[in-house]
Each structure stands twice: as structure tokens, then as C-alpha cells.
């Protein structure tokens, strides 16, 4: 969004376009100005009386106004210095008030008669104000350049105004077009490789499957016992559907997928392939965020497959998942043959683990135990994930 906010600040630049206590200070000085421009400027006479002063004080100070009421405060303006020019005789300083409201009244929008009522109204009365012929009409012809330079200058800066108004609106729609687009291309991104992850391996995973099937058959109808590693790939090959159509779901956007809820399956699963594992939880469960919940399965599943493959002979695993306050803990510990000094080699596993963690802002250690065998410790901070 920085293009539309450079637009919107530069359609904030002008003085009128201030609010709040912004707003409130340049009125005050320009109240301030004109004033002195009116009673203070050298050459001008002074008030003679009261009367005259409130007529000047209450004309220069109308334009303090015309940010919220622009053609009240115009008409104000323009009777009290007028009723000023005519008492007092100042010159062309009782115009300077009534030309800065003429300028906020037309660059607000204000409606043009009203504001050539005042103009001519203030001419005139100048024009008629008793000075000499000469002088009066020369006076008047100034004035009256000066407020045709007032009236175009406010056209110029409500166009102005207007157009970059339009452009930040173009700007925010060309925006949101971007990302929309961008989301859109993910989107299509997503399911291509959905497409491709179900073309290239859901056909040979469903071989696989189905030869081990028919192995299984085939030795069970001849009265023989299935060998255990034959009925491990027919396991092995049913959970990688399942995963695998797991995984297409979220690429497609349909299925959040597997998360904690599923861990006791991980968990029986590897009972059945021989590595005896144990869950707990702890806390206060609740709901957790899409994210969280794809990744403590994730991680659990990947510490009990490292355990299988480099646990050594005969491990065992403990998984314990805990409901904190503002984080969720998710510990895999074993009791292979890690050795407590052993620098852990970071794999493709690990890898995956820690970039996982690190997405949702949390912390994952992962090494040898004092006593013996291997832990895997994730904190996922739950209010940031969600």
C-alpha cells in the first residue's frame, strides 16, 4: 500500500486538509495574521472607537470559522470589513480577511453565488466608500485582481485535490487487484502441484499397496504366516495414502489435514512396527490453529521415524504433548544409543522440523540426553500461530 499512502499524504500537504489540534492551530495563527494585517500593518489607520475595533477584531476573525461553515463565515467577513471600509478608510488591508475567505469558500466548494454576492458586494461598497474617483477606481481594479487570482487559485487546488483523490483510489484498487492476482496464482500454484503429487505417486503408492495385498492373500490362502516385513509395507503403504491424500487436501485447500488428534495413531502404528512408544498430554486442551496442529503432528511423526531408523536396537519412545498457557510443548525422548556428547547431524529431517517451528515463531531444540538416548523439544506459541 505505500503508493496510495504517498497519494493520501499528498493530498493531506495543503493547511485546509489539517484536523484535530492541527486544524486548530492554523486557524488560530491565521486569525492571528489577519488581524495584524488589519489593525497593525504601518500606514493603517486605527480604529476611531469601539465600534470599529469589534467590526475589524470579528471580520478577520470569521475566517477562524470557514474550515467548518465556509459561506457563513464568508458573509460574516465581508459585512464587518466592509462596514469597516467605509468607517475607517484602510486602504486595501480591509480586503485581505475577505479574500482568504473567498479562497476557503471556493476551495471547499461552496456554492458560487453566494460567493460572488460577497465579491461585488465588497466592491461595490469599496468603489462607493466616498475616496477620491481616481484613487477608488484604481483601488477597486486592484482589488478586483486580486480576487480573481484568489478564485483561481482555489479551483486549481480543489482540482488539484480532487484528482489526487482519484489516484489514490486508483491506486488502492490496483493494490488489491496485485494481491488478489497474487493469491490467485498461489492458489493455481497449489493445485498444479497437487495435480502433480497425484499423477507421479498416488498410481505407484496403490501398486505398492496392492502387491503387498496380494502377497499377503496369496500366503494366507496357501496356509503359510505372512512374513512381518510384507505386512509392514502393506501398513506402511495404507498410511502413506492416507497421508499422501492428507497432504493433497491442504494443497487443494479442502482439509486442514492431520494434527494432534492423530497422534495416537502415529503412536499405534509404530507399536505395531515394533517400537513400543507412549503418549501424554497435559494442560487444558483447547483448539488450536491450523497451523500449530499440522506441525506437532509433523514433528512427532518425524521424531518416531528418526527414532525407528537411528535409535538403535530395541528403543523405546515417549511423547508427551503439553497445553501451556501461551504455547504448546510437543517432546519426543527415546532411549536409544545417542551418546550425551554427540553432536547431532542436522538431516533432512531435523531440517524440516526446525524450519516448520521457526515459521510460527517458535523454538525447537533437538540433541542427545544426559542420561542416554535422543529428544526432540518444540514450543509453539500459540497466540502467535493463530
Known sequence: MGGARLIARQVRESPLELRGWQGGIFDA????????DVLLLPGVPAPADALDLVLALVGALA????????????????GCMLAYALRVHPGPTAAFPVLVAVHIAVRTGGRRLPVKVAVLAFLGGYLASGQPAPTAAQSTALLLGWFLASVAMAVVGRHRRAYLEQLER?????ERTREEAALRRAGEERLRIARELHDSLTHSIS???????????L??????????????????????MRELRATLEV?????GGHGVDRIGDL?????????????????RERPLADGVDRAAYRIVQEALTNVTRHAGPRPRATVRIEYADRQ????????????????????????????????????????????????VRAELPLEAAT
Not at 495563527?29 to 495584524?36: F, S, T, Y
Not at 475566517?63 to 465581508?78: D, E, I, K, N, W
Not at 486508483?170 to 490496483?174: K, N, S, V
Not at 553432536?343 to 522440523?353: A, C, R, S
Open 267 to 283: 503412536a499405534e502404528r509404530s507399536r505395531t512396527a515394533g517400537l513400543p512408544t507412549s503418549v501424554t498430554v497435559s494442560g
Open 219 to 240: 500366503a494366507r490362502k496357501r496356509g503359510e504366516e505372512a512374513p512381518e516385513s510384507l505386512l509392514a509395507i502393506q501398513e506402511a503403504s495404507g498410511e502413506a
Open 251 to 255: 494443497l487443494r485447500g479442502s482439509g
Open 63 to 78: 475566517v477562524t470559522g470557514s474550515r467548518r461553515a465556509p459561506l457563513s463565515a464568508l458573509l460574516l467577513c465581508t
Open 170 to 174: 486508483r491506486a488502492l484498487e490496483a
Open 207 to 217: 501398486i505398492i499397496k496392492l502387491q503387498a495385498g496380494v502377497a499377503v492373500h
Open 29 to 36: 495563527v491565521l486569525g492571528l495574521v489577519l488581524v495584524a
Open 328 to 375: 504448546l510443548v510437543v517432546q519426543v525422548d527415546d532411549d536409544g544409543t545417542a551418546a550425551p556428547d554427540a553432536e547431532p547431524v542436522p538431516g533432512v529431517g531435523l531440517t524440516g522440523m526446525r524450519e516448520r517451528v521457526t515459521a510460527l515463531g517458535g523454538r525447537l531444540r533437538a540433541g542427545p540426553r544426559p542420561e542416554g538416548g535422543f529428544t
